[in-house]
């Protein structure tokens, strides 16, 4: 079963417009950590935000901020006043449990995003 | 700069022929990672190592061998039983052992087999 479900494959958003950007995990862990990255058509992976399990505000980093709905299991990725540069892959990320076990991280199949002028 | 380097950038391979992936990260970080990634696709893991002298198979390892003698490198073989090896792989590593620690990732080779 799929633990990290991005159901949009490809968007497009016009340039300074906010887009959302959807994904869902499943995990039966307490303890998880989900984060973004951004990988533009050069393959580097860049890594966007970052939210805990355990956080109870949403997190925000600049322009990224992310929409955490715990009981839906959501972690949506909201880019506000998109840049021609924005336009990448995006990807979902999840890294459950701590210690010596879930050191793994699982990545969701990702959305181009496509920002237009 | 700390960070993670991956050489070569392109590599090309014959059919039939082993070829290693260089990996190498000076952030001090425990946990080690090998991903490959299918056009259009996302991350597909092959191996991880937390520790030196020690690795675990992800999701796709078969053809594929590492080692880890030293916790800087981690080099990644791609053998002549991998099938279909034509791809974009990636190097990452995080700490070990706590959740919200991101993973920091190479710039990435391209391996193309003729």
């Known amino acids: 079963a799929q633990k990290i479900t991005q159901t949009q494959p490809g968007m497009f958003v016009q340039e300074k417009e906010a887009v959302t950007l959807d994904c869902t995990y499943d995990?039966?862990?307490?303890?998880?950590?989900l984060f973004w990255y951004k990988q533009p058509s050069s393959g580097e992976m860049i890594f966007l935000i970052y939210q805990g399990s355990y956080d109870e505000q949403n997190a925000t980093e600049g322009r990224y901020s992310l929409n955490f709905q715990k009981a839906r299991k959501s972690a949506n990725l909201v880019i506000s006043a998109s840049q021609l540069g924005d336009s990448a892959m995006y990807f979902c990320?999840?890294?459950?449990?701590?210690?010596?076990?879930?050191?793994?991280?699982?990545f969701g199949p990702g959305t181009r995003l496509s920002v237009l002028p | 700069d700390g960070g993670i380097t991956q050489s070569p950038k392109y590599l090309f391979r014959k059919e039939g022929q082993n070829v290693t992936l260089s990996c190498e990260q000076n952030?001090?970080?425990?946990?080690m990672y090998w991903y490959r990634q299918d056009p259009g696709q996302g991350l597909r893991l092959i191996y991880y190592s937390q520790i030196v002298n020690d690795f675990q198979k992800g999701d796709i390892a078969e053809g594929y061998s590492v080692s880890r003698e030293k916790k800087e490198s981690f080099p990644l073989t791609v053998t002549s039983a991998q099938k279909n090896p034509t791809a974009f792989y990636l190097c990452?590593?995080?700490?070990?052992?706590?959740?919200?620690?991101?993973?920091?990732f190479g710039p990435g080779t391209r391996l193309t087999v003729l």
């Open positions: 995990t039966s862990d307490q303890s998880y950590g």
């Open positions: 990320a999840m890294r459950e449990g701590r210690g010596n076990y879930g050191q793994n991280f699982v």
């Open positions: 952030l001090n970080h425990d946990a």
């Open positions: 990452a590593s995080s700490i070990y052992g706590v959740s919200y620690n991101e993973q920091f």
